[in-house]
């Protein structure tokens, strides 16, 4: 082996990180997870695309991130590097093109999917284009994976992973955790205020929030909806909300930061999700925590998972029932309140400690079912490793060193190991194997039952 093959315990190979002017809530979820195994006493670095707004090498809370590449060439740049360093285990993060880690890699991959993108495809490479994707992602990339493990954030994206040929007793569902919201100045906007959160691209479909504006301006002639996001669509949205006529009732308000994005929920009545797709929808949950409900569309998948329909906000089918949708909540007071208040109870169910937890504990099955943890240098254990990272997070180690994060996990996240990952059994003693069920889910209420409104 080359001497810094022992360098790296876990490489994750992504598109973009949390800095990129096109990060979202995939990007966050990345790096919570590298943190937190980071945290844990494991090396963990973090290969992705180069961009203007951060230096091509930095320390990132312990995660060693190296930026190479642009949009496409960073799929050579992360081939490139897998063969070069041979890191323990690959965090394959394949955001619909895949980065065919298991071609360049001898020790595990695992493939994170946040969401499959069946209808994107078309939307931002045209039909020929777009079918070359899709080809890519629903033929050769199940393939290819065939033996790797699979993690993803919501039961919608699994069922669609299973209809690709991905198989059950792979694939295990470890959704997104949240932090707990900043302390805010911002008080809730005494006039109707719509908020769209996200990158400026065309599958997120922001014109249907600007629709809806122009149609709710006759009843609530003081209603306002506030963009706030970067992307290339920018320009087209723009035009379209001339087009409208609703220029004084749209603001642009660009990049913000954690405490002005925080701020500016706050300020919100309503949380507005339009988007073609989403494997969670992590600004559902920030929204939640101000008591701010979320209209979405049923058929953007993980959406079913971070909207409760009906209890945390309303889930629709077509712009038309959109419009209708966001008028009622904006009509009816108590209605909107009532849903606020558990978006607020449901997003404080979901914590990032979990969520490493439960990641860890998919990395370590993949390093226990290959050679790796026969072969591996007995001084420096993966698997014990991950071992102490499912312990850490769960808040079960007191020798930490201030890394772990200790105390009742919040509701749906209980019961320490057993709590995190419903298809998973450990055992005394020896190596601890682990068995995961057809789709094993860490959310004790990953299939909830709705209440009401009024609850």
């Known amino acids: ?116 993108h069946r209808e994107q495809w078309p939307i931002v490479f045209g039909r020929f284009g777009g079918a070359i994707g899709w080809w890519l992602e629903s033929r050769v990339a199940p393939w290819l994976y065939r033996r790797s493990r699979y993690v993803t954030v919501s039961r919608a994206t699994a069922d669609e992973l299973i209809g690709l040929g991905v198989d059950a007793d792979r694939l295990t569902i470890v959704p997104n955790g949240i932090e707990p919201a900043p302390a805010v100045h911002a008080q809730r906007s005494p006039t109707p205020r719509l908020v769209v959160l996200g990158r400026l691209v065309p599958h997120k479909r922001v014109e249907h929030a600007v629709e809806v504006v122009a149609r709710l301006r006759h009843r609530w002639p003081d209603i306002r909806l506030s963009i706030v996001g970067e992307g290339w669509w920018g320009e087209e949205l723009r035009a379209e909300v001339d087009r409208l006529g609703v220029t004084d009732l749209v603001e642009f308000q660009g990049f913000l930061d954690e405490q002005a994005k925080h701020e500016e929920l706050a300020r919100a009545w309503v949380h507005l999700c339009p988007s073609v797709k989403e494997g969670w929808g992590l600004v559902v949950s920030e929204a939640g925590h101000h008591e701010v409900p979320t209209v979405g569309y049923r058929s953007a998948g993980g959406l079913c998972e971070s909207v409760l329909d009906g209890s945390t906000g309303l889930l629709v089918e077509d712009l038309e029932e959109f419009a209708a949708a966001v008028e009622r909540l904006v009509a009816e007071e108590a209605t909107r309140h009532a ?72 509701e749906g996240q209980q019961n320490g190991d057993q709590g995190l990952h419903r298809g998973t059994r450990f055992h005394e003693g020896g190596r601890r194997p682990v068995t995961v069920e057809a789709v094993a889910v860490i959310h004790n209420t990953a299939t909830p039952q709705t209440p009401s409104a009024s609850a």
């Open 1 to 116: 082996m080359p001497s810094g093959s022992a360098e790296i315990d876990v490489l994750f190979v992504n598109w973009r990180d949390s800095s990129h002017p096109e990060g979202g809530g995939s990007e966050r979820y990345v790096h919570r997870m590298a943190e937190g195994l980071s945290a844990a006493g494991l090396r963990v670095t973090l290969l992705c695309a180069a961009h203007d707004r951060a230096p091509a090498e930095e320390d990132v809370n312990g995660v060693r991130v190296v930026r190479r590449g642009g949009r496409f060439t960073v799929y050579l740049q992360a081939a490139a590097f897998v063969r070069r360093h041979r890191p323990r285990l690959v965090v394959d993060v394949q955001n619909g093109l895949p980065f065919l880690s298991p071609l360049v890699s001898r020790t595990p991959v695992v493939d994170l999917v946040h969401h499959v």
């Open 339 to 410: 849903m606020g208040r558990a978006a607020a109870r449901h997003a404080a169910s979901f914590s990032w400690p979990a969520s490493v937890s439960a990641f860890a504990v998919v990395l370590r099955a993949a390093a226990e079912g290959s050679a790796l943890a026969v072969v591996e240098d007995v001084r420096r254990p993966l698997t014990g490793l991950l071992d102490r990272v499912v312990r850490v997070h769960s808040g079960l180690d007191t020798g930490d060193g201030g890394h772990g994060e200790t105390g009742t996990a919040p």
